[in-house]
């Protein structure tokens, strides 16, 4: 099969990639550095010929709500609208457990990007998973600020980027099922710990601060509100089964 993999070079979608790839399939990575602007693209549709389904993996890199949402809405949006014209059968959407319900800065995109795509009128799937093990890691590159490592304060049951990966394939092979079982890792963590763990195993040694972060969806990321129901399927690499695998020989 055919899947395009928006964001195909993401901290998610280079295993998206990868995990098509390992199956027999085509990817076509759809990402700036591989020529797509997905925010402002002429004649994507072309490029969309014969594509199986859509898997959307893409995310801005900004801290402000309004342009979070103004990606989330143009480039969900340019996605459909090509998918429609080039008779692309199925679009994977990847959100987040509980983006819907606390619509305030990054999960105020989220929630815009499930409302365009469940009223789309297309043929669709949605997994809605937790924060990826990644997050320590992409939180660590940020940098720091006056020497520190500055983590949100929040509660998580944290899941491997390529456990996430595996299950987006397994779901672009099949039939488009509207809203997926959700999915999240297999036990609590707090993303401050995972922060500084991984900048241990990393040989980054800076002081970390910790901070509530603004609004509904701070509120939310603090007091558990982002956790998965009881009973949530559940895959089953844990955060520190990642750290050893993933930091070993990397210490800078
Ligand atoms: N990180 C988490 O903990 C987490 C947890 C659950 C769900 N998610 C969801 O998973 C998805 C991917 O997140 P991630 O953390 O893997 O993101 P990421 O590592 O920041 O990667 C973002 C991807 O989007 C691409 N991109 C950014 N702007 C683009 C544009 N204008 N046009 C085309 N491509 C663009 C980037 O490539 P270029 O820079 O080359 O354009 C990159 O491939 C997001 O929808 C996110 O909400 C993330």
């Known amino acids: 099969m055919k899947f395009a993999i928006a964001g195909g070079t993401g901290a998610v979608g280079r295993h998206v990639a990868a995990a098509a790839q390992r199956a027999g399939h085509t990817p076509l990575v759809l990402s700036r550095g591989s020529g797509f602007d997905l925010m402002n693209v002429d004649g994507l549709?072309?490029?969309?010929?014969?594509v199986d389904a859509v898997i959307d993996v893409s995310s801005p890199s900004t801290l402000s709500t309004k342009k979070i949402l103004a990606f989330?809405?143009?480039?969900?949006?340019?996605?459909?609208?090509?998918?429609?014209?080039?008779?692309?059968?199925?679009?994977?959407?990847?959100?987040?457990?509980?983006?819907?319900?606390?619509?305030?800065?990054?999960?105020?995109?989220?929630?815009?990007?499930?409302?365009?795509?469940?009223?789309?009128?297309?043929?669709?799937?949605?997994?809605?998973?937790?924060?990826?093990?990644?997050?320590?890691?992409?939180?660590?590159?940020?940098?720091?600020?006056?020497?520190?490592?500055?983590?949100?304060?929040m509660r998580t049951q944290p899941i491997a980027a390529a456990d996430v990966a595996a299950e987006l394939v397994r779901i672009a092979e099949g039939l488009p099922r509207d809203l997926e079982p959700d999915l999240a890792g297999p036990r609590e963590e707090y993303i401050p710990d995972m922060?500084?763990?991984?900048?241990?195993?990393?040989?980054?040694?800076?002081?970390?601060?910790?901070?509530?972060?603004?609004?509904?969806?701070?509120?939310?990321?603090?007091?558990?509100?982002?956790?998965?129901?009881?009973?949530?399927?559940?895959?089953?690499?844990?955060?520190?089964?990642?750290?050893?695998?993933?930091?070993e020989g990397i210490k800078s």
Not at 98 to 104: E, I
Request: hydrophobic share 35%; charged share 15%.
């Open 45 to 50: 549709a072309d490029h969309l010929t014969g």
């Open 72 to 153: 989330f809405g143009t480039v969900t949006g340019n996605l459909l609208t090509a998918e429609r014209d080039a008779g692309v059968p199925h679009h994977v959407a990847l959100s987040i457990i509980g983006a819907a319900a606390h619509r305030s800065g990054y999960y105020a995109g989220k929630a815009l990007q499930e409302d365009l795509v469940t009223a789309s009128g297309s043929t669709w799937s949605m997994l809605r998973t937790t924060q990826f093990h990644e997050f320590s890691q992409q939180t660590v590159n940020r940098g720091t600020l006056a020497g520190l490592l500055i983590s949100p304060k």
């Open 195 to 247: 922060v500084r763990k991984y900048a241990r195993a990393v040989g980054k040694n800076n002081p970390l601060l910790a901070v509530p972060m603004p609004g509904a969806a701070g509120k939310a990321m603090r007091n558990g509100g982002l956790l998965p129901d009881p009973g949530s399927r559940t895959s089953s690499q844990t955060f520190d089964e990642w750290l050893t695998t993933t930091t």
